[in-house]
């Protein structure tokens, strides 16, 4: 993604594309110290941006820092960011880090940077996969406790995890993989939290106390409480998963996403599901093309 045409908003200035660099001994690069955001706009307009800007200053604070620009002005980057790269559909990912004037665990000085970068990205599981649903296989990574991790930080250390686990979910030809926490818990996927219906017309979630309460996460859970669908948070157990009819993914990229199979159990895209895409669709200004 290095090596193309476009511009990058990075820290308060538009870089080429190509030259949007970091230093070999940024802090972030050696001990994980960045956070950052995945943020989508449609036809114009990006979705819930504010949101997204002070949940990237929240992880920054989670993370013990404190990025020099204000909501205002990440909100403002964002925009020119998609505008520089003439965006109308697509994904932003803004970033924030430590930078490089010391090299060691501790780096309290060093200066804060920020960019936002933006590109067309129109589906992040494959449209076919999307239709019949995309397959998660169990990780044999677990999702670590608030005590061990900054969990609720969009905080880039802790997608090692998340890669780890996807690597290995595609090697054995899934699409993804499906988490559980450090008790066992059902959590989340590597970057989407998950739902499942179970024969009772409720829709089931974990609880995210160990995970982020994705945006996408209470946007849906808004819009089934606005077709009186009733929303369970609660503890879910890996064998519940074999009771489940429909279950979907829900995350800023995934958008609502019908899962077809997690192992050896299998899933249909159903009405829930298929009405919650559609509700969700509508709701960012999704335009279809059908
Ligand atoms: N969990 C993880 C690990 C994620 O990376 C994401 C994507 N940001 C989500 C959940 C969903 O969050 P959101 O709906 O705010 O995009």
Redesign the pocket.
Known sequence: YDDRDGSIWYDGEMVDWRDAKVHLLTHALHYGSGVF??VRMYGGQIFKLRE?SE?LINSARIMGFEIPFSVEQIDQACVDACAANSISDGYLRPIAWRGSEMMGVAAQKNTIHLAVAAWEWPSYFSPEARAKGISLKTSKWRRPPPESAPVHA?ATG??MI?TLSKHDAEQAGYTDSLLLDWRGQVS??????IFMEMGDGKLHTPIPDC??D????RTVIDLARSRDIEVVERVIMPDELANATQIFL?????EVTPVGKIDEHTYTVGDLTKTLMADYDKAVGKVLVS
């Open positions: 955001e995945g997204h949940r969009k802790l997608y998340a989340e996927a590597t970057g989407a939290n995970f982020l994705g945006i996408t996460r829900t995350g800023t990229a995934a």
